[in-house]
């Protein structure tokens, strides 16, 4: 899983890995944020796409919610 690097310093640049740029997550970038997650979807997606995306996201985490509760 490629890892997007933000410093916490304020003159500083973030690293963009180049395994994100060749599945084109380039150019102009919607971000969308919540209270505990970030959503960055890959240019001209569809927002099916997205939704289901998030969905199987949903129940992944749901998934090891429930492994860490036992």
């Known amino acids: 899983m ?7 310093k304020r003159n500083s640049h973030t690293y963009w ?3 994100l ?3 084109g997550y380039v150019g ?3 971000i969308y944020t919540g209270v505990v997650t ?3 979807p890959k240019p001209d997606a569809q927002n099916s796409q997205i939704a289901r ?9 749901q998934h090891k919610a ?3 509760a036992t």
Request: aromatic share 4%; net charge negative.
């Open 2 to 8: 490629p890892t997007i690097r933000v410093p916490d």
């Open 17 to 19: 890995p180049d395994e």
């Open 21 to 23: 740029r060749g599945q």
């Open 28 to 30: 102009g970038l919607s």
């Open 38 to 40: 970030l959503v960055i």
């Open 53 to 61: 995306d998030l969905r199987n996201l949903a129940e992944h985490f």
């Open 66 to 68: 429930e492994i860490e």
